[in-house]
T-cell receptor, first 113, second 115 residues
Framework: AQSVAQPEDQVNVAEGNPLTVKCTYS??????LFWYVQYPNRGLQFLLK??????LVKGSYGFEAEFNKSQTSFHLKKPSALVSDSALYFCAVRDFYFNKFYFGSGTKLNVKP | EAGVAQSPRYKIIEKRQSVAFWCNPI?????LYWYQQILGQGPKLLIQ????????DSQLPKDRFSAERLKGVDSTLKIQPAKLEDSAVYLC?????????????FGPGTRLTVL
């Protein structure tokens, strides 16, 4: 079955420290992987996506994500967290064969000053 | 480039009433999606349109939910009658194409509260 897992409901990090938000997936064929961020009372904003090629993908606001095929993971990272990064982060995968989109349950990122 | 527009932003109704949400996708985007996001969960796809045709409505509760995209541009999602468990944020998204790695762009959502 196709699925996306975000194992952490919440991640706490101090401002200036590196952050990682984890995501693993299960999907048929080669996946297209996405990260979105959601601020309170806002829709989802696209951060970055992996299609093919370089396993390290760079996106908006200094975020990057690393695709690991053997571990079926697509973790979101940022070298130095900002308080303004505090939000809800969603990992999503598009199934190659059926073109369906699956979202994880979300991870709340708290960056403390 | 204008984003995905949705209205209203908030709606409060009583159970058994009906409600409708409107979405205008990004210009030129052929594919339109409606999602339901219950508090604390990720978005769940309700229905997907390709132009004015339905591609996937497998998770749409068809006894009470309906959606249309008559001219292949804007879309309306209706709930009739509403239940308490329909309280959620309803998100509309659009993408250029249905297949491939096209990014979905989301509107701000409509927060529905059913009392």
């Amino acid at each position: 079955a196709q699925s996306v897992a975000q194992p952490e409901d919440q991640v706490n990090v101090a401002e200036g420290n590196p952050l990682t938000v984890k995501c693993t997936y299960s999907v048929s064929g080669n996946p297209y992987l996405f990260w979105y961020v959601q601020y309170p009372n806002r829709g989802l904003q696209f951060l970055l996506k992996y299609i093919t090629g370089d396993n390290l993908v760079k996106g908006s606001y200094g975020f990057e994500a690393e695709f690991n095929k053997s571990q079926t993971s697509f973790h979101l990272k940022k070298p130095s967290a900002l308080v303004s990064d505090s939000a809800l982060y969603f990992c999503a995968v598009r199934d190659f064969y059926f073109n369906k989109f699956y979202f994880g349950s979300g991870t709340k990122l708290n960056v403390k000053p | 480039e204008a984003g995905v527009a949705q209205s209203p932003r908030y709606k409060i109704i009583e159970k058994r009433q009906s409600v409708a949400f409107w979405c205008n996708p990004i210009s030129g985007h052929a594919t339109l999606y409606w999602y339901q996001q219950i508090l604390g969960q990720g978005p769940k796809l309700l229905i997907q349109f390709q132009n004015n045709g339905v591609v996937d409505d497998s998770q749409l509760p068809k006894d009470r939910f309906s959606a249309e995209r008559l001219k292949g541009v804007d879309s309306t999602l209706k709930i009739q009658p509403a239940k308490l468990e329909d309280s959620a944020v309803y998100l509309c998204a659009s993408s250029l194409r249905r297949q491939g790695p096209d990014t979905q762009y989301f509107g701000p959502g409509t927060r529905l509260t059913v009392l």
